[in-house]
């Protein structure tokens, strides 16, 4: 072999190496739902707003908004009567609860993450559900990967979601602080 294929061999293998660590790393933004809302479209999620928090007898809810939807909560929306506008979004991140071994009192805290159910507001894309559409991303945490709920359809939420129609859709007030 001479000294130029060696080289060329080398930087192969180093391509290949790189590559399989790109597949093997999970990039959560590359998801989308079957309906094709796309996790990407709430790339920053985690540093949003939160609105408000929920507990279920199963789960435990922080309920983030985007900035447009802040600036609307903000504004009276949905109790002046006025929808969210186009590009609002909202992510229920959901965790398994657990008591606190720490604390001197009960108090349920998070555990294992669990799911980050999406909405979003777009009206032309979803004129059959108020405007808004809908996906879960399921959380694994022993493989540290997220997926696409195969039964989260674009409108999945807005059988549950109707019972608020007048408020726009959507359950949770901006809460005061």
């Known amino acids: 072999m001479t000294r130029k294929s060696k080289a060329v061999a080398i930087a192969m293998t180093t391509i290949v190496v790189f590559l399989a660590l790109a597949l093997y790393a999970q990039d959560k933004y590359s998801l989308k739902s079957p309906s094709g809302i796309a996790f990407s479209d709430f790339r920053g999620y985690e540093d949003w707003s939160v609105v408000s928090s929920a507990r279920t007898d199963e789960v435990l809810k922080v309920i983030v908004a985007n900035p447009i939807m ?65 996906a879960v991303f399921n959380y694994d945490a022993a493989s540290d990967k997220f997926s696409a709920d195969a039964k989260s359809l674009s409108d999945c939420g807005h059988t549950c979601h109707s019972a608020v129609k007048a408020k726009d859709y959507i359950f949770h007030p901006y809460q005061k602080r």
């Open 70 to 134: 802040i600036k609307a909560y903000k504004s009276g929306i949905p109790g002046n009567g006025q929808p969210f506008p186009d590009g609002s979004m909202i992510v229920k991140l959901q965790w398994k609860p657990k008591k606190s071994s720490e604390a001197q009192f009960v108090v349920d805290v998070p555990d294992v993450f669990t799911q980050a159910f999406v909405i979003e507001k777009d009206s032309k894309r979803f004129p059959k559900s108020g405007g808004w559409g809908y």
